[in-house]
């Protein structure tokens, strides 16, 4: 990792990310037409696939950050 920022630093700031994804990963289940929650998941899932590929190419443990399994917010 960068000095930028440290790794717990990081992994925390993952996990409130995966939280809020969870959130509107619960609203859109409960309103499946819902355009705006529809995009919303989309824009989390894209987010989520970039980090997992940058840390797969520094050869990181996804299941340390809570990205292995980043399909489930599909």
């Keep these: 990792m960068d000095n930028l920022l440290n790794k717990e630093a990081f992994k925390h700031m993952i996990s409130l990310l995966l939280d809020n994804a969870n959130d509107t990963l619960q609203t859109y289940k409960n ?3 819902n355009n705006y929650y529809a995009g919303k998941k989309l824009g989390y899932y894209e987010i989520f696939n970039t980090l997992k ?15 292995d399994d980043v399909d489930k917010l599909v």
């Design 31 to 33: 309103s499946p037409k």
């Design 53 to 67: 590929n940058r840390l797969e190419t520094r050869e990181e443990d996804l299941k340390e950050y809570g990205l």
